[in-house]
């Protein structure tokens, strides 16, 4: 079967670095996305890994490996909007998004 | 940008009555379609996926009748929820995809819908 795996909450420090796992199984891969939703919003686009390495992106860097079917997403220099949940999402060789159940990140002061 | 909007953004009716949620690509054309549905603290579950022209696809589980999708044009999607009851209070969130093949999908914003 498809599923997605990652930490159900995780709680870390303003200006402080955070990972957040996530590890899949998929019928076929075409990649690996991360998605920042604010609770009562819709979910937004953060990055997107098809090959092994590490992406950056300003604050946010997103990791793939492929061969162990695991990614992070690294956030540097926390910030109280950065609480949010972080949606890990894989599409399979039907192009069909599945969906992690998301990691709620509480950031303190 | 690619930019997809829904509406109603929030919707409250009575038991028993009909809902309509319209999804809409506003710069690009969506081939494809697809309906989430999130409870509160619970990850997007998908619906169902609609092809323009054609009868959309559900996921196991989604009743066809209830949820009536329509893919009418290449920017334009809608979800009825038929007869609604409270138990279909969530969070509706339409994605279209860009073109025929491709990685790219792009989230409206959402509608809540609260039946009393």
């Known amino acids: 079967g498809q599923n997605i795996d990652q930490p159900t909450e995780m709680t870390a420090t303003e200006g402080a670095i955070v990972q957040i796992n996530c590890t899949y199984q998929?019928?076929?891969?075409?990649?690996l996305f991360w998605y920042q939703q604010h609770a009562g919003e819709a979910p937004t686009f953060l990055s997107y890994n098809v090959l092994d390495g590490l992406e950056e992106k300003g604050r946010f860097s997103s990791f793939l490996s492929r061969s162990k079917g695991y990614s992070y997403l690294l956030l540097k220099e926390l910030q109280m909007k950065d609480s949010a949940s972080y949606l890990c999402?894989?599409?399979?060789?039907?192009?069909?998004?599945?969906w992690g159940a998301g990691t709620k990140l509480i950031i303190k002061p | 940008g690619a930019v997809v909007s829904q509406h109603p953004s929030r919707v409250i009716c009575k038991s028993g009555t009909s809902v309509k949620i319209e999804c809409r690509s506003l710069?690009?054309?969506?081939?494809?379609m697809f309906w989430y549905r999130q409870f509160p603290k619970q990850s997007l579950m998908l619906m169902a996926t609609?092809?323009?022209?054609?009868?959309?696809?559900?996921e196991q589980g989604v009743e066809k009748d209830k949820f009536l999708i329509n893919h009418a044009s290449l920017t334009l999607s809608t979800l009825t929820v038929t007869s609604a009851h409270p138990e279909d209070s969530s969070f509706y969130i339409c994605?279209?995809?860009?073109?025929?093949?491709?990685?790219?999908?792009?989230f409206g914003p959402g509608t809540r819908l609260t039946v009393l």
């Open positions: 710069d690009f054309q969506a081939t494809t």
């Open positions: 999402a894989a599409m399979d060789s039907n192009y069909q998004l599945i």
């Open positions: 998929t019928s076929g891969f075409n990649g």
């Open positions: 994605s279209a995809r860009r073109g025929e093949v491709s990685n790219e999908q792009f």
């Open positions: 609609s092809n323009e022209g054609s009868k959309a696809t559900y």
